[in-house]
């Protein structure tokens, strides 16, 4: 079974639809049970890093111990940034640190190049290192929609970058962690595709 964790944070509806969408069968819960038990983890996020942090208190060992379990793990947008240690956004709250490094907001030279805070729509993937939530993908475009973008200090997890005037990591993989940066249940067919890869997983 795959679990979407429902933590107050996240844009629940729309990833489950996604799931829907390929034949997937995948459930939103809050329940440590729930979450204890799954085959595979996904969680969403919208919103403020310390505030999902916060909600996320009661999840964090029940994460933890799902990843260390080698159980497939998929965290999208702020689902992504929370795996990090800490973010600009707020910077007293520490994230879940499964990944050394910080959350920074996109720099002023962003807007001085013309381009708008947040990234909001399409952007093209530059695939950098094999990853299996990639299989088939290529260097499509996804849909984005964020101010704030993640700087792993171990660059070998970046699986694929968008160029935002800056380089910006828009997926990480490693072993059985993933995450985008991107919503791939809003990024057409090829961001079901990565959903696909995903369930394979489980399987």
Known sequence: MITIIDYGSGNLKSIKNGFKK?????????????????????????????NAMENLDKYENSIEDHIAT??????????LQVLFSTSEESPDIPGLDIFQGEVLH????VKEN?????????????????????D??????M?????????????NIIAATVNYCIDVPA???KENIFATQFHPEKSGEKGLQILKNFVKLVQ
């Not at 390929?22 to 996904?42: F, R």
């Not at 013309?114 to 990639?134: A, D, F, S, V, Y």
């Not at 849909?143 to 660059?155: A, G, K």
């Open 171 to 173: 997926v990480i993989c």
């Open 70 to 79: 080698g159980k497939p793990f998929l965290g999208v947008c702020l689902g």
């Open 106 to 109: 996109f720099p002023d030279s």
């Open 143 to 155: 849909y984005f929609v964020h101010s704030y973008y993640v700087n792993p200090e171990d660059r």
């Open 136 to 141: 088939g993908v290529n260097n499509n475009f």
């Open 22 to 50: 390929i034949n997937a069968n995948a459930i939103i819960s809050s329940s440590l049970k729930d979450i204890d038990d799954a085959e595979a983890l996904v969680l969403p996020g919208v919103g403020a890093f310390g």
């Open 114 to 134: 013309g381009l708008k805070i947040p990234q909001m729509g399409w952007n093209q993937l530059e695939i950098k290192t094999q990853c299996p939530i990639l």
